[in-house]
């Protein structure tokens, strides 16, 4: 999950892929190829693998709805396919030295879909409305430090923040930064999940709950020279083979995921192929620390060497997966190389030993209720029995499962959980703070092992209070080894992604974070 699927649990997507840098490091994946000239025009209907929860960018918290929404919003900053900061809607941007200034130029020129200017007073509207915790709004957190939104001029705004923020440009290229029409906040208030107005290069057209979303070009979007399509339609199709048959059929014409275990035979047949691309979503089972077995660094490390990551890999994911060597994916930045943990049976009985378990112990591991968990689950079992450790599975449906989960911690039940997590700011903040922090115990982040170091919690504290790359890299390289050591989690791999498409399909990607990127698509013929 990324903060942004966690509630909807398609961060267990095992086998059908997420986000990171895998064996494609550097790439920024595989797109189809093949002859034909590009044609103006057409409709792109892509299957996913649910429905969208919301069209709210501010109120989101899966990718799916993300990759929906990203038709018809744009943020201030963007991501290229390498998840590197670019211009959007803001051309430059200054951080002040103690990173609590942050300056944006605005392109001139954009209008949204219901004709409202974009500017400087839009800005102020959007983050002044996503900031405001009485909205209730999902991705408060993440703009909850700005302090003060200042417009200067038309085409110029400063964010002003609470405390120093080192990576408030990174949340900017978050998806939930998407800027909505002020209009349509106005005229619409808590329903605009249902009249989502952008500036992006296609508006909204309709939403069948459970059906389909459609989208339609928008003939005034200020770059629309780029934009082939005339229009895309998102059906949600929840079964694998059905989206699998949908697409062989041309019915769809793109599908996300795609099983890995569908990989080969998709390469193979005449009229489809397979986009490859990396990922920074990491698969992790999370121990509580605070009661017993896991109390005990050394039991968190044994788990660790009892899971052989490299079999996961290839009975779980089919190859398409790399065991994790940090907490947080290569693509990320502040990412640092640290380890991998050997699969070691005798070492992890020796440390059970030591920790006073020479029998070892059972514990019961939660998990959704997905084809993908279980059988990760059931995987990880096996392995663990051949080191005397006996894990029982108890499987919910997800908002069962988050609810429990994120309950605070003189109440949670939990002992072990099975999910994961995808930084969509791309930034190592948001790849280790929400997960590690002491700040981020449940209910208020996603720290569901309850970890807290207090070193650790110094140094991502530090890392964010200044703007200087070298600085943030250093400090994030240092958390990264002390948690590795001290093993909350067992660190399991980083899914590679895998989208079926139709050969005829070109100019589309799925970002390392696990949203999809299709303005730019266009069929050759």
Known sequence: MDENSFSRR??????????????????????????????????????????????????TNDNLSFSIEKTMFERLIDFDQHMKLVPSL??????????????????????????????????????????DKKNGLKRWSLYSNI???VPDGKYR?????????????????????????PKAIKENGKDLSHHPVGTGPFSFVEWKLGEQVKVKRFPKYWDAGKIRLDAIT????????????????????LIYPLPPVDYKAMKKASGTTVWEGPSIFVNRLSMNVLHKPFDDKRVRQAMNYAVDKKALVAVVAYGHAKPMDSPIAPNVFGYSHVMTYPHDVAKAKSLLKEA??????????????????????????????????????????????????????????????LDGWSPSTGDADWGLRPLLS??????????????????????????????????????????QKIVMDDAPWVFLYISDQLAGTTSDLHGIYVLPDQTLVVKNGYFTG
């Open 90 to 131: 803001a051309t430059a941007w200054h951080a002040s030295a103690d990173a609590k200034e942050f300056t944006l130029d605005l392109r001139h020129g954009v209008t949204f879909h219901d004709g409202a200017p974009f500017d400087a007073e839009a800005v102020k509207t959007n983050f002044d409305r996503v900031r």
């Open 356 to 417: 006073g378990y020479p029998n070892g112990f059972s514990f019961t591991l939660w998990t959704s209720n997905t084809t993908e968990a279980r059988n990760l689950a059931e995987a990880i079992q096996q392995q663990l029995a051949q080191a005397s450790i006996k894990m029982k599975i108890q499987t919910f449906e997800g908002p069962t499962l988050d609810n429990l989960l994120f309950q605070p911690a003189s109440q949670n039940k939990e002992q072990a959980s």
């Open 234 to 253: 998102f059906k949600p199709v929840p079964e694998a083979q059905s989206r699998l048959d949908g697409l062989r059929t041309k019915e769809l014409q």
């Open 10 to 59: 398609q961060f267990l997507w095992f086998s059908a892929g997420a986000t990171g840098v895998v064996a494609l490091a550097g790439c920024g994946g595989k797109s189809p190829q093949g002859g034909g000239k590009p044609k103006k025009g057409g409709t792109l209907t892509i299957g996913q693998a649910d429905n969208p929860t919301t069209l709210d960018p501010q109120d």
């Open 438 to 479: 002491k700040e981020a115990w449940p209910p208020t982040l996603y720290n569901t092992s309850f970890y807290d170091n207090p070193t650790v919690n110094k140094k991502i504290d530090a890392a964010l209070a200044t703007a200087d790359k070298a600085e943030r890299q250093k400090l994030y390289a240092e958390v």
């Open 157 to 181: 705004v400063r964010f002003r923040l609470s405390e120093p923020f080192g990576a408030f440009l990174a949340n900017l290229a978050h998806p939930a930064g998407g800027i909505i029409s």
């Open 147 to 149: 302090a003060e939104i």
